[in-house]
């Protein structure tokens, strides 16, 4: 079992920049591929960024590629997300998602374990 916690959203202006962070509990933590995912209001939940548990490989939306970037720490449990030039397009509920698989899927279905998220507003 696996509890995730994210913090570190807020309001920013767009060109900006925001650290989430996602806390887990759970001793497996390592062995899990984790990943953010964002969810504007009306719209699907959509894969942002994700990390292996194996090399830490990391994976990008096309739409956050050269600004965002995702790492983890497993001595600390932790998963960060690093977003820079952020964009009023990138306004969103941003969740962090576990699952076990040696790579970060891009379907919400491909995580088990999901945090109750942390708002993210970029204004214009």
């Known amino acids: 079992q696996v509890q995730l916690v994210e913090s570190g959203g807020g309001l920013v202006q767009a060109g900006g920049s925001l650290r989430l962070s996602c806390a887990a509990s759970?001793?497996?933590?390592?062995?899990?591929?984790m990943a953010w995912f964002r969810q504007a209001p009306g719209k699907e939940r959509k894969f942002v960024a994700g990390i292996s548990w194996t090399d830490s490989s990391t994976y990008y939306s096309d739409s956050v590629k050269g600004r965002f970037t995702i790492s983890r720490d497993n001595g600390k449990n932790t998963v960060y997300l690093q977003m820079n030039s952020l964009k009023a397009e990138d306004t969103a509920v941003y969740y962090c998602?576990?699952?076990?698989?040696?790579?970060?899927?891009?379907?919400?279905?491909?995580?088990?374990?999901w945090g109750q998220g942390t708002q993210v507003t970029v204004s214009s």
């Open positions: 759970g001793r497996t933590f390592s062995r899990y591929a």
């Open positions: 998602g576990g699952g076990i698989s040696l790579r970060p899927g891009v379907r919400p279905e491909n995580y088990d374990y």
